[in-house]
């Protein structure tokens, strides 16, 4: 008796062990134990339902689920498909989710570690039964949900689909810049001469190109293909070049940049000379003899400031320059002519009584090598966009000053950047859609037209394209070509400081 009790003491000590230790072993004896009496607890009689139903979408998550009972017709005929150590008719799978738990001692026995759908039926081949009531979410393509539900306890398993999301970006087409389509036009627009647009934003239909040879001028740097411009335009240049020859004692004009073909931003330099109503005129004199393709694009252009570039250097800055620069601003088709700062205090100064002309002279940065002729747009040209016209004030008092203060080198230390300061981003090149819609005809027209932008992306065979990056062409070769003759393969200085004040314009 006592070695009975004894064993039995053992028993429920091991037992007890093995519960605190390995309680999911301790379960599966006691479901195995206890699933007879849990059988025996159960009403005879109870019928068996499965229920499967789609899982609720994200949109519908806080809605309630449903889940369809199966009718008897479709329940498990056979009692293999549930634990062998549960009788047929010993467990609900019902309709309800939250049950209440009842008020019955009886132990649940554990759902098995295998898919609790397998118990269930697993093909349908039509809907279920909420579906013909009008439950949407029966019918749902993905997703499963299934409770299984005893008297006691209720336990749901659900399995929600997850969702991929693919983010589908459309690469942006390259953009293409304007300048590199009107650089690569070699001839004029086979229209009527106009001027399009403003001097900054504009074309030129009908351009002509000036002879790179005249009785009194020389066009220069011959490369760039920038000897074109309104006719209008043309003749006033020979007009000055001979008028200049013969009247003020200048040996001739040498010519450098009026326009490209059919005008358009340029591929480096200026801003304006867009509508073929702009010219460079440098303040070196033309020589005695005609120069070479090479020399033309080498030789420098003369600087008129000393080494402060404040002021002009008189021992090259002459009363010649004076009368020349006097003789542009006097015809009455030139609205503007354009110089350094120093230039115009100089001129200020040699004026003499008359100053009429004086106002049209405009103080600018650059414009140190050669002056800048604006005409105004032409008569009946209603396309054309005019400047404002200038006041008749000679200009030289207070704006001369403030131009010389501005450009005059900071005194004492740099002023030191703010943390974190970050240089504005560099502005984006002019495109076609920035300029009036006739630029698109101008630039078209013609058997030399350019007509397809993509042949534009093709020529440029040197670097990958990238999408969204503007792009330079092989256009850009014509201003390499400028520098072809040069000795060596750097750009010579005087060079750089030549396009260098080209910005400004």
């Known amino acids: 008796m006592k070695a009975g009790r004894l064993f039995l003491l053992l028993s429920f000590l091991t037992a007890a062990g093995i519960g605190v230790a390995r309680p999911d072993v301790a379960w599966k004896f006691v479901g195995q134990f206890a699933g007879p009496l849990l059988a025996q607890t159960v009403p005879a009689g109870t019928t068996a339902t499965a229920a499967v139903t789609p899982a609720t979408s994200e949109v519908d998550r806080g809605e309630a689920e449903t889940v369809a009972p199966i009718s008897q017709s479709e329940a498990p005929s056979d009692t293999e498909a549930l634990p062998n150590f549960v009788a047929a008719d010993g467990l609900t799978f019902g309709a309800e989710l939250n049950a209440p738990e009842a008020a019955s001692d009886a132990m649940v026995a554990p759902v098995p570690p295998t898919n609790p759908l397998a118990d269930a039926p697993a093909s349908h081949s039509g809907p279920t039964e909420s579906a013909a009531k009008g439950d949407p979410s029966a019918n749902a393509p993905t997703g499963v949900t299934a409770a299984v539900e005893t008297k006691s306890k209720s336990i749901k398993l659900s399995v929600e689909p997850v969702q991929a999301r693919v983010s589908l970006s459309v690469p942006k087409p390259p953009v293409v810049p304007a300048k590199a389509l009107f650089g690569s036009a070699t001839t004029g627009a086979p229209l009527k001469a106009r001027a399009i647009g403003s001097y900054a934003r504009g074309c030129l ?301």
């Open 205 to 505: 239909s009908g351009g002509v190109a000036l002879p790179v040879d005249g009785p009194a001028w020389q066009a220069m740097r011959l490369s760039r293909n920038r000897n074109w411009g309104h006719p209008k335009l043309i003749k006033l240049v020979e007009r000055l070049a001979v008028d200049a020859q013969k009247h003020d004692d200048w040996s001739g004009l040498l010519v450098g940049d009026i326009s490209q073909p059919r005008g358009g931003p340029m591929l480096t330099g200026h801003a304006s000379h867009q509508v073929g109503l702009d010219a460079d005129v440098w303040f070196t004199p033309m020589p005695a003899r005609r120069l070479s393709r090479q020399e033309r694009e080498e030789v420098s252009a003369t600087s008129m400031l000393d080494k402060t570039n404040l002021a002009v250097n008189t021992k090259v800055f002459t009363p010649n320059h004076v009368k020349l620069i006097k003789r542009a601003a006097s015809y009455p088709e030139v609205e503007r002519v354009l110089v350094h700062p120093a230039i115009k205090k100089a001129l200020c100064e040699a004026a003499g009584a008359d100053r009429g002309w004086l106002g049209k002279v405009r103080p600018i940065g650059g414009h140190y090598y050669h002056f800048h002729i604006r005409m105004g747009c032409p008569p009946g040209e209603t396309i054309c966009k005019p400047q404002t016209p200038t006041t008749g004030d000679d200009g030289c008092a207070k704006e001369v000053d403030e131009w010389l203060a501005r450009l005059a080198p900071r005194k004492g230390p740099p002023v030191p950047r703010p943390p974190g300061y970050k240089p504005p981003p560099p502005k984006p090149p002019i495109t076609m859609a920035e300029l009036p819609q006739e630029c698109r005809v101008v630039l078209e027209s013609g058997h030399d037209g350019v007509k397809n932008e993509q042949a534009i992306l093709r020529a440029d065979t040197s670097r990958p394209m990238e999408a969204g990056t503007p792009l330079e062409t092989t256009s850009q070769t014509a201003e390499a070509r400028a520098f072809s003759f040069s000795a060596g393969a750097a750009l010579r200085p005087h060079l750089l400081r030549e396009r260098a004040a080209e910005q400004s314009e």
